[in-house]
């Protein structure tokens, strides 16, 4: 009983004091570039929850963080380390902005279902791609789904400059979404629609599938120890590719819903790493889905909140990337510290004693 | 298409290529460096940021470019020690860190930059140094890792630290020791690419200046099998894809420049996938070593 509160209590425990420290460190730098750290804090909660407009706008932002962080976590908890989320993304919205345009002429509601699904399955094929090379070819996944990211990212220029060029623009876009397929607005006035609650059904799935069913634990048993699971019968190539394949889906999912729901077309700067940001969101969210939307939730919050901060102060807002890369620091360093050493020499000290 | 073959194009994109060389090279050697050691650190665009930044304030202020570079090298080095620490004291995941490190490098670059440009009045330039001493210093950098991994009893001691530390530490060889040297010469070498690049390659700071050399340098280290020659030539395979790119934006716009740009990523993966041999990679590459564990 004493370890079934300890043990989730250890697992918080290392992510929030990370944020506190990480936060410690940003008023040192805040003061360093010549500014009032806590008048800068102040701003950005305001920014962050100060008003039904910015919580809405953060639960925006948050939308692809959750979807990207549960990308991470479902494949990390495979045993796979992808960071090819970025690239599933923009593969997957970049299908989806050709399937929307392709179709727009059919009902809203068919077009915005189609789109989903051709944007999971086009970014399903792209993280299966790396989860085959790994299964078969032996390549390292870290290599092969960076490489990836890059094709895609070049891949999408092409495309969104090129064949799926809006006629009427001088710029490099894709046309905009017709209004019919957008993702309906929840509040209105503001830009938050059912992107949030589709980003948090999927978290409830990933968290079922993963804990509640058999293919879940196989999936879980590959990423434990792959060996073990061979022995045991399971076919690992085949969930290594399987589980790229789902993580993929999950960014393409990303990519899609930011395109119907938020952007509504394709251009340079539409990723904004939130593949890379869903590593971190995956992390700090100790590679637990329902962690994953926390950590969404704090990292949408330190981004509405700096930049709203940038435009009543002179602080950058590139303070907030600075306090959340520390935050990845102290949550490496912490996770390292509590299972190698820290609390296993305090057991067995205690251990010891208890014996004596 | 003959605009394409003429002298003056192909004389014009081999300088251009010169150009683009020696970032590429410095990282890539660098990271060669560190991963024949074990580390595989994928924040070299962070730390080439950071170089950036540095050099050109530095050079800014002093009016003086080397000084810039010395800047951008001490930057470096003093960042990746971030990254040494985590990875070789904790033995804290490699990407995990690296990535970090990419997420900080810029962010820090962003912070200087506005900073220092708001107490300044005006449009800050640095001083432009000659091009062809950064390529001398990073083909020089090239030859004496060379020399050192192949030709000495030291550099043998440090590739087996990447291939295999418990053996290595059997024989008395201090493995932090190693990984500290490879972090320390990877640090300074990405930070004088990024130096490079506001000293030499533009003589003013724009965010984001760095634009993925640092993952381009990631792939030529693979595409270069792990090898100081083949980090050489695909380096320089790359900087003409980069320059020939560039040039056919300007000349051809029928040509779809994206896909040139894909290319070092393309055959990276290709090569990886289908041709390269396995075992060219250092077998400890990436893994943290545990003293402990069994």
């Known amino acids: 009983m004493k370890d079934a509160i300890a043990k989730p209590l250890k697992k918080i425990a290392v992510p929030v004091i990370s944020a506190v420290a990480a936060m410690i460190i940003g008023i040192f730098v805040i003061e360093l570039t010549g500014n009032n750290a806590m008048e800068a804090y102040s701003y950005m909660m305001r920014g962050a929850f100060g008003s039904m407009n910015n919580i809405c706008e953060l639960f925006v932002i948050a939308v692809p963080l959750i979807l990207t962080g549960l990308a991470v976590t479902f494949a990390y908890r495979s045993g796979v380390f992808t960071i090819g989320v970025d690239g599933q993304l923009i593969m997957g919205a970049i299908a989806a902005a050709w399937f929307v345009d392709a179709f727009k002429n059919m009902p809203g509601v068919v077009v915005a279902v189609g789109d989903i699904l051709t944007g999971m399955l086009v970014g399903a094929i792209w993280g299966a791609i790396a989860g085959a090379l790994k299964a078969y070819r032996k390549v390292n996944e870290i290599v092969s789904t960076l490489l990836m990211n890059y094709i895609a990212l070049y891949l999408a220029d092409y495309l969104y400059t090129v064949p799926l060029a809006a006629e009427s623009s001088k710029i490099p876009q894709t046309e905009k979404v017709v209004e019919t397929a957008r993702l309906p607005i929840l509040v209105g006035g503001t830009r938050l629609h059912v992107g949030i609650i589709i980003a948090l059904l999927c978290a409830a799935i990933v968290y079922y599938v993963l804990y509640k069913t058999a293919w879940g634990a196989k999936f879980r048993a590959v990423g434990m120890n792959a060996v073990a699971a061979e022995c045991n019968g399971i076919n690992v190539k085949k969930y290594m590719v399987a589980s790229m394949a789902v993580s993929g889906a999950i960014g393409g999912l990303a990519g899609t819903i930011e395109l119907l729901g938020t952007q509504y077309r394709i251009q340079s700067g539409f990723c904004a790493d939130y593949g890379f940001d869903g590593i971190a969101v995956a992390l700090i969210g100790q590679l637990n889905p329902i962690g994953a939307v926390l950590a969404a939730l704090f990292f949408a919050a330190l981004n509405v909140g700096s930049n709203s901060m940038e435009l009543m102060t002179n602080v950058p807002s590139s303070i907030a990337d600075i306090i959340q890369s520390m935050i990845i620091f102290f949550v490496v360093a912490g996770s390292v510290l509590v299972e190698r050493n820290f609390f296993k020499k305090l057991a067995w000290k205690k251990g010891k004693e208890e014996k004596e | ?294």
């Open chain 2, 1 to 294: 298409m003959s605009s394409i073959l003429s002298v003056a194009f192909l004389s014009g994109l081999l300088i251009a290529a010169l150009r683009m060389l020696p970032p590429l090279l410095l990282g890539a050697t660098g990271e060669m460096f560190s991963e024949r050691c074990g580390l595989t650190n994928i924040g070299l665009e962070g730390i080439m940021s950071v170089g950036a930044i540095m050099g050109f304030v530095a050079s800014y202020f002093t009016q003086n470019p080397y000084l810039g570079m010395l800047a951008g090298i001490v930057s470096g080095l003093l960042v990746n020690m971030i990254y040494a620490f985590l990875t070789i004291q904790l033995n804290a995941d490699q990407v995990i860190v690296g990535n970090a490190m990419n997420i900080l490098g810029m962010a820090l670059a962003s912070l200087v930059y506005t900073t220092v440009s708001k107490s300044q009045s005006g449009q800050m330039q640095s001083v432009i140094a000659d091009n062809y001493f950064v390529l001398g210093i990073s083909l020089a950098a090239v030859v004496l890792i060379w020399f050192y991994l192949y030709k000495t009893k030291s550099g043998l001691a440090f590739r087996a630290v990447g291939e295999y530390p418990r053996a290595a530490e059997t024989l008395g060889i201090n493995i932090q020791k190693k990984k500290y040297l490879a972090c320390c010469v990877n640090g300074i070498l990405c930070g004088l690419a990024g130096a490079y690049l506001t000293n030499v390659y533009i003589t003013s700071y724009v965010g984001g200046i760095v634009s993925g050399r640092g993952y381009i340098a990631l792939a030529a280290v693979i595409f270069g099998k792990w090898k100081p020659r083949g980090v050489l030539l695909a380096c320089t395979f790359f900087a003409f894809l980069d320059a020939l790119q560039l040039r056919l934006q300007v000349a051809d716009a029928s040509i779809p420049y994206q896909f040139l740009q894909m290319l070092p990523y393309l055959c990276t993966l290709l090569a990886l996938s289908f041709f390269m041999k396995p075992g060219s990679e250092p077998k400890a590459n990436g893994k943290p070593y545990i003293r402990e564990a069994r």
